[in-house]
């Protein structure tokens, strides 16, 4: 049960970090989560106002939840309590910034569109493309470790973060890594808080690798009659000298919304390469050619705005699908060489779900709103069929209808590692308390 706190006494505290209210009614809405409402938002301008703010709210039993952009704070299981909205959206600057070095350092409240519009500037980004809306945060992307279908050539959040400050509950804001790419010796204690969901600390300042765009960009797809012969040409796809920048697997519902004219129990493989023009245009005619191989009854490359636009609304989908407050979604992490077999089998649970997968090893099944998901929520079923291919199931969203699923699945043998460093990085669960595996 959440203690009494004094809550005249803690705002006055938390007042002298940042600007602080006390939302009613349909403000207070605003920031539930999962239906359970907080008492305070404060709005901390620097790491030591936010450091402070978050010590004072564990000496007085506070329970905090993090909040950058609030894109993602469905994912997780519902708070335990909550009290105190604690938001870095003030935190927003970009500190320091090397386009010979490929490094930028910036404060965890900036919305990742801000920041790519600056690197863009230089012809560089940040070589990650995560289905969320123009509010999310690098700070919230890291927290939650979102990736996008890119991920298969360039790397996770995992491989990009080289650095980061956090605010932790006895006041202090401590470093790990720096701000150069070769940086770190002993624990990459950046790591720990990469789909920690904040239950660590609250990051304050990401430093992070940059690339440079490539010269040009170029998309394929193929449409074949079953997901196996979709993956398989995926796997010869991967095989191939050149590699592609993102191979991904859409079943016909996603594959319409996305904007493809597809009759139902066909597979579309989307894919894309980029570089120099001599190199991408024989990634296509490679690519082609493994379709066809794997049995394609149609493959062809795509004009760059039709493809721009395509991309933009299959992104829009899986936000949409992963984010919305209706639609019922797992997330299967599967060794790659198990997505066709998964899908084949995914496809028929449930009414016609939503899939999509992602060739470094993700498979999304999802019930859009209206789709009744209180009749088709096999999340069980789908588990043991994920951990038979040696993969997991997390349920990313779901409908109130369907509260008391199990989000996250047995949390297997780290959960006691897992609980001891919880422990140690914040022994009163101050953090977000319950969300994460095993009730931490």
């Known amino acids: 049960m959440p203690k009494d706190i004094d809550l ?18 349909g403000e207070a809405d605003r920031w539930a989560v999962r239906g359970v409402v907080p008492r305070l938002v404060c709005k901390p301008s620097t790491p030591e106002a936010m450091a402070a ?10 329970a905090v939840i993090p909040w950058g952009g609030g894109t993602q704070q469905r994912l997780g299981m519902p708070p335990r309590h909550a009290d105190v909205v604690l938001l870095t959206n003030r935190l927003n600057r970009i500190l320091e910034y090397e386009p010979a070095d490929l490094t930028v350092t910036v404060e965890a409240g900036l919305p990742l569109a801000t920041l790519q519009e600056e690197l863009g500037k230089n012809g560089q980004w940040l070589p990650m493309d995560p289905p969320v809306s123009e509010a999310a945060t690098i700070g919230g992307l890291v927290a939650t470790n979102v990736n996008g279908p890119r991920r298969i050539k360039n790397g996770g959040l995992r491989d990009v973060v080289i650095g980061t400050r956090t ?33 660590l600390g609250i990051l304050v300042e990401v430093s992070l690798k940059i690339s440079p765009r490539p010269a040009l960009e170029r998309s394929w797809f193929g449409v074949f ?30 594959a319409r919304t996305a904007g493809f004219s597809v009759t139902p129990g066909q597979w579309v493989l989307l894919a894309c390469a980029s570089g120099f023009e001599q190199t991408v245009d024989r990634y296509l005619a490679e690519f082609e050619a493994a379709a066809r191989s794997a049995g394609a009854v149609a493959a062809e490359a795509m004009p760059e705005r039709p493809a721009t636009e395509l991309w933009a609304a299959y992104r829009a989908m899986a936000a949409e699908l992963r984010w919305s407050s209706e639609a019922l979604t797992c997330r299967l992490a599967v060794p790659p060489a198990q997505i066709g077999r998964l899908c084949d089998l995914m496809d028929t649970v449930g009414v016609e779900p939503v899939m999509w997968s992602h060739a470094w ?50 949390p297997g043998g780290p959960l006691a590692l897992m609980q001891s460093i919880k422990k140690q990085y914040d022994p009163n669960g101050t953090l977000n308390p319950g969300r994460y595996v095993g009730g931490i």
């Open 53 to 62: 703010a978050l010590a004072s709210c564990d000496k007085a039993s506070a």
């Open 167 to 199: 605010a932790n509950v006895d006041g202090t804001v401590t470093k790990a890594g720096g701000h150069v790419v070769k940086n770190v010796t002993g624990y990459d204690l950046n790591k720990a808080h990469i789909g920690a969901l904040g239950t």
């Open 361 to 410: 090893g993700a498979v999304f099944w999802s019930m859009p709103a209206g789709g009744s998901p209180e009749k088709a929520s096999p999340v069980a079923e789908m588990r043991r069929a994920a951990e038979a291919a040696e993969g997991a199931l997390v349920v990313e969203n779901w409908p109130a209808n369907l509260a008391g699923l199990d989000v996250w699945g047995g």
């Open 225 to 254: 009659p079953t997901a196996g012969a979709a993956s398989s040409a995926m796997a010869a796809l991967l095989r191939l000298p050149s590699s592609p920048s993102a191979v991904d697997i859409l079943n016909h519902r996603a």
């Open 8 to 25: 005249v006494a803690l705002e006055a505290k938390l007042s002298k970090a940042g600007e602080t209210t006390s939302p009613r009614g």
